[in-house]
């Protein structure tokens, strides 16, 4: 088995993924590379530009703002996407907890993986939408 069906059958086990047919997880396993973190290493940095959109495999990571931990995020979950999307800089540190493997695109690849995959851009709306109720209701 390549390293590419490897990565095909990890997208496929991600709820961001799920919809996806056989042959858009191989395109997908192509698109996305594979980076790790080691436990403590910060990902991406509040106010400083250079970001991508990573998807976590293993691990997990605390998301901080000036330095106060908001959430952790683990296998399944993605962060990055805001500051691509929007071409700011994150509002966060990313800090991985644990050792932290990743899928990640980078530049504007995203942009156009969403606009090819649309299932995934839904999932996605989804997730942030969720992301905004929990804001909201721990603002109120």
Known sequence: MSQQDDLAGLLAGLALFADLPGPQLEEAAHTFEEEWFGQGQ?????G???????VIV????????????????GRGDFF??????????PVADVVALTPL?????????LEGFLVGHP??????????????????????
């Open 42 to 46: 910060r990902i991406l940095r509040q």
């Open 48 to 54: 400083i530009a250079g970001a991508g959109f990573y």
């Open 58 to 73: 293993e691990g997990e990571v605390v998301v901080r703002i000036d330095g106060q931990d908001r959430a952790s995020l």
């Open 101 to 109: 493997r990743c899928l990640a695109l980078h530049g504007d690849g």
């Open 80 to 89: 990055g996407e805001i500051s691509l999307l929007l071409g700011t800089p």
């Open 119 to 140: 299932r995934v851009a839904y999932r996605m709306l989804q997730a942030e939408a969720r992301k905004l109720q929990a804001a909201n209701l721990w603002r109120s």
